[in-house]
């Protein structure tokens, strides 16, 4: 008894073998199409198949294929059982791996050729079936054009419902055959395409082209056109002509279309968006480059990974020198840069950061950085990028301005605004006994008015430093009119208000013994305080009071 799978479509043609081959003894599986097949193979190992070629899903054809190539079905005698497959070259049978073709003919001539055939598997003389086609003699025109029909049928249907265009042309171009998709691509009525000449639905510039390897394919019987965009119909369309050689040594052509108008569409739209995206990046680049600014960005674990050319003159160093390493190293205050990037971390940017960084050659320089967190499409946070303002300069102006607001451009000492808030600041207990001395300059008009204005602002800053140098380094020493000065003097005495007040004459004595061409003269006043509360209105008017009264006795 031997084991044996019967493979059809057709219910009758299983059923019959089935009788066949259990009335001589056998085991008999069925299997209906090409994956029940499989899938019986897969767990079950017959010594013979029976198999149709014409079947729904995968083809008998292909599963010959399979079958030869499992190694553990190597000893099973593979019978191709089909009408179509007895009329066609014994080639066959090396194509699909099968080791002899049972036609389907008559019933009674057919059950004869299975017992015939199982007959010899059981007595170990298989090897004298190989490369038979058995029952040739007993096929009728009938039956092979039933099973012609049948597999015209199954072959028409695929075509109808591929979405690319085929197209069958005889040697001369003309169509004789068109499915749905190709009528649709070429955009005529069925009616009008058949029996039509291919090149006549190109544009005039490419018929020529396509009926030169139309002659080609027909003459040389290769591959022309693989995948050639040409326009056709307003659409483009990919085209392959395949020569298919007839028995007549004639050829045939299938003609491939794929309308591919969308894609090529897609291709260029995508290709101006990455032209677009090239310029926009070669956009950003040149500004990320040539900013005045220096920007840094790094990835999520501080690793520098673009540096531009402003950075690099900040601190010192090529990108080349920082790249890949963490850009914790630069900031010269650890605990500050926490903060800031836990500010970042909190609200996602950080504005005008004012902070210290060390450059490479260990200078610290103040900076302003503004800091955005760097997301992927996905929103996970990839690093951040930092704008860095250089604040030297503007420091530098800051102090300058700070200065200026309270310093006499002229002669720089504080001027009178900075005079009066240190006088209310110094009214205060531990600053008593406060004195004030109010200085001003002799006969500084008639200067002017002799000499020039330059000689007279020349001699108020000349007396400006004789006062800078008379008096201690913490008294406040402003220029509080045009040739008015004033002096605060806190923890002093009447004595050491005295000993001020000599060593200025004595000073300004010097000066007009070195300068005589100047002629400085100075009136002084002066007042002090030494209880609270302290009327400082009051104080300085009693020290002018006293400075007017030199002034007038000079006068005299």
Known sequence: MKQVLVVDNHPVIRKFMSSVLMEKGHSVFTAEDGVSALEILSEYIPDVIFIDLIMPNISGNKVCQIIRRRRHLDHCLLVVLSAIAAEEDDMLLNDLGADLILAKGPFNRLSGHVADIMAMVEAGQENRLKGAVIGREDLSARQITKELLSSKRHYETTLHHMSEGLLELLDDGQIVYANPAAVSIIGVAEEDLLSAAFIRFFRDKDQSLIAQRISEATQDGQKVLRNETLELNDKLVSITIIPVREESRHYTLVVMLQDITRQKHAEKELQEREEKYKQERNFLDNIFENSPEAIAIVDHHGRFTRWNHQAARLFGYDFAELKGKKAFHLYADSGAMEKMLGILRDKGSVQDYEIGFTRKDGAS????????????????????????????????????????????????????????????????????????????????????????????????????????????????????????????????????????????????????????????????????????????????????????????????
């Open 365 to 556: 320089v103040p900076c302003a950085v503004s800091m955005s967190l760097l997301c992927n499409d996905a929103g996970e946070k990839i690093g951040s990028l930092s704008i860095i303002r250089d604040l030297s300069e503007w420091r530098q102006v800051e102090q300058k301005l700070r200065y200026l607001s309270f310093h006499d451009s002229l002669t720089g000492a504080y001027n009178r605004a900075f005079f009066e808030e240190e006088m209310q600041r110094l009214a205060t207990e531990r600053h008593l006994p406060l004195g004030i001395i109010i200085c001003d300059i002799d006969f500084l008009k008639r200067v002017n008015d002799t000499m020039g204005h330059q000689q007279g602002d020349n001699l108020i800053v000349e007396a400006a430093d004789i006062l800078k140098n008379a008096f201690r380094t913490g008294d406040i020493i402003a220029r509080i009119g045009g040739d008015e000065f004033a002096v605060l003097v806190p923890r002093s005495s009447p004595e050491i208000i005295t000993n001020c007040i000599h060593r200025l004459r004595e000073m300004i004595a010097d000066f007009r013994t070195r300068r005589p061409e100047l002629n400085l003269s100075i009136s002084i006043g002066y007042a002090i305080s030494t209880e609270l509360p302290v009327d400082t209105r009051a104080l300085f008017k009693k020290a002018d009071d006293h400075m007017y009264l030199e002034k007038s006795k000079l006068s005299c």
